[in-house]
């Protein structure tokens, strides 16, 4: 079972690391829903931990559109990221219309040279979650869909991550349950959905806290029920 933890310092990224996490999710903006992090904190963060890093590419929190100038951004940002080395990507991409933009997604997977992706949360704005799914099933770079099954929690839209779940099997992307996950609950939601990664961020924060660090404590107690369930 992964255990992904967002991080938004090098202190959270090393509590992260000692306390259970598999891997980390860095950002900045996190009442935002993440944003695009500094190139120092990216360089801090892939020298103080081990576990892999996948560092979001999101130039603003309008929208998960993106025009000819955010995607220049984008295309810098990934540039950088890929020379620190040994990280990996968060992105996501929608049309007008709500349609995965595959034209976007194609440009910065090519900037991104073979790095790993995880596709985030614009999927739970996707006007057809099954078609955004078959979509990126086609890329290989992804390997990780970031969703709460188009609900405002993970649990509230358990019935679609099943769904999500069962329909990526057989692909190389995996389907990762985030938002408003908590460790009460935890246990049954794993079993009701089938998932085998998820992702994790006020809820192992002091207090429950966006704004405040990594507990160790409440990460510690995520970490024991996903080993007791480990399949």
Do not use: C, W
């Amino acid at each position: 079972m992964l255990l992904e933890v967002i991080a938004t310092t090098v202190k959270d990224a090393v509590i992260a690391e000692r306390y259970g996490a598999d891997r980390i999710e860095l950002i900045t903006g996190i009442r935002e829903g993440g944003l695009t992090p500094s190139l120092g904190l990216i360089e801090g963060v892939r020298e103080a931990v081990g576990i892999p890093v996948r560092v979001m590419v999101r130039p603003h929190a309008r929208s998960f559109r993106y025009d000819e100038a955010d995607t220049q951004t984008m295309l810098r940002d990934i540039r950088h990221i890929a020379a620190v080395g040994g990280l990996s990507l968060v992105m996501g991409m929608l049309r007008p219309d709500g349609a995965v933009d595959e034209e976007l997604l194609k440009r910065l997977l090519q900037a991104a040279d073979g790095l790993e992706v995880t596709f985030h949360r614009a999927f739970d704005e996707a006007e057809d979650q099954i078609a955004a799914l078959e979509i990126i099933k086609r890329y290989p770079q992804i390997t990780d869909v970031l969703t709460s099954g188009g609900q405002n929690t993970a649990p509230e839209g358990a019935e679609r991550i099943a769904v999500l779940e069962r329909l990526s099997s057989m692909s190389p992307v995996s389907i990762l349950a985030g938002s408003g996950l908590t460790a009460d609950g935890l246990r049954d939601f794993v079993i009701r959905t089938a998932v085998s990664r998820v992702h994790f961020g006020s809820a192992v924060r002091e207090d429950g806290d966006p704004l405040k660090p990594v507990d160790p404590a409440r990460l510690q107690a995520v970490r024991s029920i996903l080993n007791s369930g480990k399949r």
